[in-house]
């Protein structure tokens, strides 16, 4: 597969350039939610990633999984994200599913922030394979999550000993403005807080 970029000159540590980047939502759908560990904690970052995703003009991917079984994205979130057309999958790595490997390449984005459930399930394989094929992946910790804190807790150590950056959605909305002078800081601010 073609490599992006050289990851010895944009490895991980390097902040995300906000022209480049690109949000992924996985999974979060009704029937698969009420499982995960921490849930109402969770619903409530990735609410307020994907409002400041928005607001900062951060385009989102969202997929769901063999949504005839596992349902559609949650109310929650439906009400965050406006508009979408949720990407159906039924592999487990998003980078598996043609319309969704479509869509990144069509972005032009390298920066991948990814989102949803489950930590070592979807997530993992979707960030490791986008990490072999060059992108730079970061994960707010805070919004994924899987129904046991430990496998949650393995998949993170596995894609950070892979090149992704472990992060907080607090963190990654700031270091996407890069200045209180951002058009989108105040409503920003008014999700954090």
């Given at each position: 597969?073609?490599?992006?970029?050289?990851?010895?000159?944009?490895?991980?540590?390097?902040?995300?350039?906000?022209?480049?980047?690109?949000?992924?939502?996985?999974?979060?759908?009704?029937?698969?939610?009420?499982?995960?560990?921490?849930?109402?904690?969770?619903?409530?970052?990735?609410?307020?990633?994907?409002?400041?995703?928005?607001?900062?003009?951060?385009?989102?991917?969202?997929?769901?999984?063999?949504?005839?079984?596992?349902?559609?994205?949650?109310?929650?979130?439906?009400?965050?994200?406006?508009?979408?057309?949720?990407?159906?999958?039924?592999?487990?790595?998003?980078?598996?599913?043609?319309?969704f490997r479509e869509a990144v390449q069509a972005s032009g984005k390298r920066d991948i922030i990814i989102t949803g459930i489950e930590t070592h399930i979807c997530v993992e394989q979707t960030?490791?394979?986008?990490?072999?094929?060059?992108?730079?992946?970061?994960?707010?910790?805070?919004?994924?999550?899987?129904?046991?804190?430990?496998?949650?807790?393995?998949?993170?150590?596995?894609?950070?000993?892979?090149?992704?950056?472990?992060?907080?959605?607090?963190?990654?909305?700031?270091?996407?403005?890069?200045?209180?002078?951002?058009?989108?800081?105040?409503?920003?601010?008014?999700?954090?807080?």
């Amino acid at each position: 597969m073609q490599t992006l970029m050289n990851k010895d000159v944009f490895g991980p540590g390097r902040l995300m350039d906000p022209d480049k980047t690109l949000a992924v939502l996985i999974d979060y759908q009704t029937k698969l939610a009420p499982a995960v560990t921490g849930r109402e904690q969770l619903d409530d970052k990735l609410c307020r990633i994907l409002g400041g995703l928005r607001a900062i003009g951060v385009p989102i991917i969202v997929t769901q999984q063999y949504t005839k079984g596992l349902g559609p994205t949650t109310d929650a979130l439906k009400q965050v994200l406006g508009d979408f057309q949720p990407i159906e999958k039924n592999s487990f790595s998003c980078m598996r599913t043609p319309e969704f490997r479509e869509a990144v390449q069509a972005s032009g984005k390298r920066d991948i922030i990814i989102t949803g459930i489950e930590t070592h399930i979807c997530v993992e394989q979707t960030a490791l394979m986008m990490l072999d094929e060059g992108y730079r992946v970061f994960l707010p910790a805070d919004c994924c999550a899987s129904r046991s804190s430990g496998d949650h807790l393995a998949a993170l150590q596995r894609m950070a000993q892979s090149g992704a950056v472990i992060t907080s959605y607090e963190a990654v909305l700031y270091e996407l403005m890069q200045d209180s002078r951002h058009p989108a800081f105040k409503e920003v601010l008014k999700i954090v807080k």
